[in-house]
């Protein structure tokens, strides 16, 4: 599995921002899929994941702001972010678990910046 982020940029507190992370190959169906980020200096923490049967989860930081989703038709995970903070600021990578291997594999990662 190939995975392919974009969608990173910068935009101002408060705004909204879109993310999508598109995978190779034929077997979207059996791949669970998630957001992690790192801000410079930090560690990489969890955002958001969603299974292959579509089960949505969410660090606490983001909830009610981000939402994760995923068009299987289109091989591409989402992330959709609002009410963005400068904390929010980080590199963004996508995460892509493949349920029948239990392999992991991760995208390239896109740049959010946001101002205050």
């Known amino acids: 599995v190939q995975l392919q982020a974009s969608g990173g940029g910068l935009v101002q507190a408060g705004g909204s921002l879109t993310l999508s992370c598109t995978a190779s190959g034929n077997s979207f169906e059996y791949i669970s899929m998630g957001w992690y980020r790192q801000a410079p200096g930090k560690q990489r923490d969890y955002v958001a994941g969603?299974?292959?049967?579509?089960?949505?989860n969410y660090a606490d930081s983001v909830k009610d702001r981000f939402t994760v989703s995923r068009d299987n038709a289109k091989n591409t995970l989402y992330l959709q972010m609002s009410s963005l903070k400068p904390d929010d600021t980080a590199v963004y990578y996508c995460h892509a678990v493949d349920t029948r291997t239990m392999r992991n594999y991760w995208g390239q990662g896109t740049l959010v910046t946001v101002s205050s």
């Open positions: 969603i299974t292959h049967t579509a089960v949505t």
